[in-house]
C-alpha cells in the first residue's frame, strides 16, 4: 500500500530535550516536506526537499532541522524544543515538485511541549 | 502573511444541497491550486485540483472554479453527503517556486 509513514503519532516532551520525527513513503517520490499546522494559521511549511541531500527551508524553519540522506525518509529534528513548537505535524510527499503532482500526506504526529 | 486565505471557519449545509467553499490569495504569481480534505487523525488527501491557464476543473461531485482577476477560487460540491463533512484546505504554488502555501481551512458540516 502507497503511504506516508510517520513517527511517533503522539508525543508529549519537555523543554530542550532533542527528539526526531521520522517519516517515511514508498513511492519513490522525489519532493518531500514537513508542515505544521496550528489553530487560526492552517498548514504550514516548515523545509522541503527535491531530491536526496536537497533540503530548503520553508515559511516556518526556525528551530527545526532536515536531512535528506535516502530518497525515502526524511526525519524532522527539533534540537531544543520549545513550547512554540507544540503543533500538529504532518509530512507529506509527491513524485516531484511539478504542477499537478499532489502530496500525499502522512497522518500527523501531535507534538506537546512541556 | 497569510498569503492563501478561507475566510469561513465552518460551514453547514443540507444533505443533497450544493457546498460552496472559498479561498483567496493574495499572490497574483500563483499558477498552480489544489483542494485537500482532511478528516479528524488523518493527514490531508487530494481532491482537486486547477491550473491558472483554467477557469473551472471538475471531477464528479466536485467542481474548482477561478477567477484570477479577482484572484479567489470556490469549490462546489453537488450533490452533499454526510461523508464529505471534513476541513477543507486550498493551496497554492508557483511554476517557479517549490513552496506550497495553504490556507486556514473550512469545516464543513453536511446535516443528514
Known amino acids: 500500500e502507497a503511504q506516508v509513514t510517520q513517527n511517533p503519532r503522539y508525543l508529549i516532551t519537555v523543554t530542550g530535550k532533542k527528539l526526531t520525527v521520522t517519516c517515511s513513503q514508498n513511492?519513490?517520490?522525489?519532493?518531500m516536506s514537513w508542515y505544521r499546522q496550528d489553530p487560526g494559521l492552517g498548514l504550514r511549511q516548515i523545509y522541503y526537499?527535491?531530491?536526496?541531500?536537497?533540503?530548503d527551508k520553508g515559511d516556518v524553519p526556525e528551530g527545526y532541522k532536515v536531512s535528506r540522506k535516502e530518497k525515502r525518509n526524511f526525519p524532522l529534528i527539533l534540537e531544543s524544543p520549545s513550547p512554540n513548537q507544540t503543533s500538529l505535524y504532518f509530512c507529506?510527499?509527491?513524485?516531484?515538485?511539478?504542477?499537478?503532482?499532489?502530496?500525499?500526506f502522512g497522518d500527523g504526529t501531535r507534538l506537546s511541549i512541556l | 502573511d497569510q498569503q492563501v486565505k478561507q475566510n469561513s471557519p465552518s460551514l453547514s449545509v443540507q444533505e443533497g444541497r450544493i457546498s460552496i467553499l472559498n479561498c483567496d490569495y493574495t499572490?497574483?504569481?500563483?499558477?498552480?491550486f489544489l483542494w485537500y480534505k482532511k478528516y479528524p487523525a488523518e493527514g490531508p488527501t487530494f481532491l482537486i485540483s486547477?491550473?491558472?491557464?483554467?477557469d473551472k476543473n471538475e471531477d464528479g461531485r466536485f467542481t474548482v472554479f477561478l477567477n484570477k482577476s479577482a484572484k479567489h477560487l470556490s469549490l462546489h460540491i453537488v450533490p452533499s453527503q454526510p461523508g464529505d463533512s471534513a476541513v477543507y484546505f486550498c493551496?497554492?504554488?508557483?511554476?517557479?517556486?517549490?513552496?506550497?502555501?495553504f490556507g486556514t481551512g473550512t469545516s464543513l458540516t453536511v446535516i443528514p
Open positions: 493551496a497554492a504554488s508557483r511554476n517557479t517556486g517549490n513552496q506550497f502555501y
Open positions: 486547477i491550473s491558472s491557464i483554467k
Open positions: 499572490n497574483s504569481m500563483f499558477d498552480y
Open positions: 513511492m519513490n517520490h522525489e519532493y
Open positions: 507529506a510527499s509527491s513524485l516531484s515538485r511539478g504542477l499537478g503532482q499532489p502530496q500525499h
Open positions: 526537499s527535491m531530491n536526496v541531500e536537497v533540503t
